[in-house]
């Protein structure tokens, strides 16, 4: 038996590692668990398995199968997680988001449906501040301050995001190529980048197939591959140099675009600051 991962983290990363080889209900199962950690924290294994469309024997399998002698001894891994980040009263927030998920649809009053809205863009910005580490944040700036030139990639409803990125980085001063697809040739300019530059991809399910061929040929030239997606087993997380992953809310009618472009005006700002310090200290 495989030795069961001790914290949420290394099991992050062993699923990730084994996901492409687990069979098709442990990959489903596998694919709730890292997109849900806090249901998988917070619900029993029969309801689990109801979210996910599985047997409650199939969870255990795959508990098994990363080493732990069962769903509890599992579910201990993503409560301490849970308990680690939490602030007071914070189960008590998710358990009302959990209730609220299951009731009526939200009317059509504009004025309630803006505020239920508001409400799940604050919960988003919220758990983005929570999630992202400042590693990461410190990492994606150094590589964009040393990048020749930022190739910035997205289709369909995460184009903005990398719309807004192009536009930001080229009032900093910086070179900025979108990488928008006007005439069919979003993979020849994707082919432009080399390693010398930094390439910024932005995709979310249901994954472009343009995006995912233009990261996997950057990756595999060597270019520096920053990757805004949602998942760790997202198709453009594993050929990425680093990726930030920003869960959205499945019970939504529409995918709010408020977390990924917070975090690339973090990024932006960010790389603002380290440039005007590294003037200063020329």
Excluded: C, W
């Excluded at 919220?126 to 150094?142: D, K, N, T």
């Excluded at 082919?191 to 343009?210: G, H, K, L």
């Amino acid at each position: 038996m495989a030795v069961a991962p001790a914290s949420y983290d290394d099991l992050r990363v062993a699923i990730t590692r084994r996901h492409d080889t687990l069979s098709g209900r442990l990959r489903q199962i596998a694919v709730f668990a890292v997109d849900h950690p806090n249901d998988v924290a917070l619900n029993t294994v029969s309801s689990l398995a109801s979210s996910i469309g599985v047997q409650p024997s199939s969870i255990v399998r795959f508990a098994n199968a990363f080493g732990y002698d069962g769903f509890s001894e599992m579910q201990r891994i993503f409560r301490s997680r849970l308990m680690a980040q939490a602030s007071p009263g914070y189960r008590a927030r998710f358990a009302a988001a959990r209730t609220k998920k299951r009731a009526v649809a939200v009317p059509a009053d504009p004025a309630l449906v803006l505020q239920h809205e508001v409400a799940d863009d604050a919960a988003a910005l919220e758990e983005l501040g929570r999630s992202i580490e400042p590693r990461l944040l410190q990492r994606a700036v150094e590589m964009l301050a040393n990048a020749r030139t930022v190739y910035v990639i997205a289709q369909g409803r995460s184009f903005p995001v990398a719309h807004y990125l192009a536009y930001a980085l080229g009032r900093l001063e910086l070179r900025a190529h979108l990488i928008d697809g006007v005439g069919g040739l979003i993979r020849t300019v994707g082919q432009m980048a080399t390693s010398d530059d930094v390439m910024i991809a932005v995709s979310f399910r249901e994954y472009s197939p343009d995006v995912v061929g233009v990261v996997d040929e950057a990756a595999t030239r060597g270019v520096p591959v920053i990757a805004i997606t949602d998942s760790p087993l997202s198709p453009i997380a594993a050929p990425s140099k680093l990726s930030f992953e920003i869960r959205s809310n499945p019970s939504r009618a529409f995918r709010s675009l408020v977390a990924p472009i917070a975090l690339a005006q973090t990024l932006v700002i960010a790389l603002g600051h380290h440039l005007t310090a590294d003037r200063n200290r020329k």
